[in-house]
Nanobody
Framework: QVQLVESGGGLVQAGGSLRLSCTVS????????MGWYRQAPGKQRELVAS???????DYAESVKGRFTISRDYAKNPVYLQMNSLKPDDTAVYYC??????????????WGQGTQVTVSS
């Protein structure tokens, strides 16, 4: 059974930085893409950043130039470095992995989320 656990969230002042990490337990046959999503109160969950198996990255317009997604093949699978944080970045951040748990079982795997609060 694959489980994702996020960490690194917290309270920070505007202009500050946080680094989110996503730890995976269990075995994945292969990973297609990994990403970070966020959901603010009263809003839909949105993609923040993603990185595919080839290392190509994509970012929401609102975080370009401030956030960086990266992979560490040796340890935690995915990080999100968040700089120059703004109050609008306040949300619950979720780690997502799209991949195969077996050669024929493709699925989306989600963490439980970590709260990021940016004060003005």
């Amino acid at each position: 059974q694959v489980q994702l656990v996020e960490s690194g969230g917290g309270l920070v002042q505007a202009g500050g930085s946080l680094r989110l990490s996503c730890t995976v337990s269990g075995t994945l046959f292969s990973i297609v893409a990994m990403g970070w999503y966020r959901q603010a109160p009263g809003k839909q969950r949105e993609l923040v950043a993603s990185i595919n198996s080839g290392g190509a990255t994509d970012y929401a317009e609102s975080v370009k130039g401030r956030f960086t997604i990266s992979r560490d093949y040796a340890k935690n699978p995915v990080y999100l470095q968040m700089n120059s944080l703004k109050p609008d970045d306040t949300a619950v951040y979720y780690c997502n992995i799209r991949g195969y748990s077996t050669p024929s079982s493709f699925d989306d795997f989600w963490g439980q989320g970590t709260q990021v609060t940016v004060s003005s």
